[in-house]
């Protein structure tokens, strides 16, 4: 776009950008050197946009009094060196419509700043609005991460990682999936410790094959807690056979799968 080899950065940058990450920061920037090399002006959103202007101005000011100087050493050089300082002294043709962009921009700057200000009290309001939380409902929350944390435990030390058999190497998957952790089916064996761990009235056998042979879902959605489905199954077989009735036959009526929408 122009013969500059570089771009000045002002400490006064500091302040007016001070409310930009350093993501922002260096994107801001990225544009302005892609900016001097083809004059393209950039795709930019949220406060890039509004502070792009003033950065873009105060570059192409720069530049043309670079070009300026440029154009005056290369006539000087064409007369065989230095000019009279008379004729050094004259002003650019264009020195009413620089400053006409110089005072445009010097009022954008102060538009910017004044929205900086409105952002910082803005800041300040919503930490206002968010009130403190009482000490009743930090000791609430307390207890209830303590809680969670000695259910994970529970679960850690009472299943262990069974051997080969039925359903072998299908494990819940510790990696994140799109922002949840990944669910894999449970083996056999495993279903069969956690039922003995838990003192659950239920038959691991029957709970793997009807989740088997559905694909392991829960309705028309994923099972995302085999754990928390086996609770619910050993509900629903006391609640609705009291022992004696055939699982299969109950859950092919419907009864249990329904009562599940309203347990898992």
């Not at 409105?118 to 009130?131: I, R």
Request: charged fraction near 30%; aromatic fraction near 10%.
């Amino acid at each position: 776009m122009d013969n500059m080899a570089y771009i000045c950065l002002y400490k006064s940058y500091l302040r007016t950008l001070s409310t930009l990450t350093d993501a922002q920061f260096g994107k801001l920037f990225r544009s302005l050197l892609l900016f001097s090399q083809d004059g393209q002006q950039p795709s930019l959103n949220g406060p890039l946009r509004h502070v792009w202007p003033g950065i873009a101005e105060q570059y192409l000011r720069d530049a043309q009094q670079y070009e300026t100087k440029a154009e005056a050493s290369r006539r000087n050089g064409a007369k065989g060196g230095r000019g009279k300082k008379a004729d050094a002294a004259q002003p650019p043709d264009n020195t009413q419509g620089y400053l006409e962009e110089t005072q445009k921009t010097q009022g954008y700057l102060e538009e910017t700043q004044k929205t900086q200000g409105f952002l910082e009290e803005t800041q300040k309001t919503q930490g206002f609005l968010e009130k403190p939380k009482k000490p009743k409902e930090k000791e609430k929350e307390k207890e209830t991460e303590k809680e969670k944390e000695k259910e994970s435990a529970k679960e850690k030390e009472s299943v262990s990682i069974p051997p080969a058999g039925r359903g072998a190497g299908r494990e819940e998957a510790a990696g994140p999936v799109s922002g949840a952790l990944a669910f894999l089916p449970p083996t056999l064996d495993t279903i069969a410790a956690y039922i003995k761990a838990q003192g659950l009235d239920a038959k691991a056998e029957e709970f793997w094959d009807y989740y088997e042979a559905r694909g392991w879902k829960m309705g028309a959605s994923p099972m995302q807690d085999w754990k928390a489905a086996l609770r619910a199954w050993a509900r629903a077989e006391r609640r609705f056979t009291n022992g004696k009735a055939d699982a299969e036959r109950v859950f092919s009526q419907g009864a249990r799968y329904g009562d599940f929408g309203a347990v898992v």
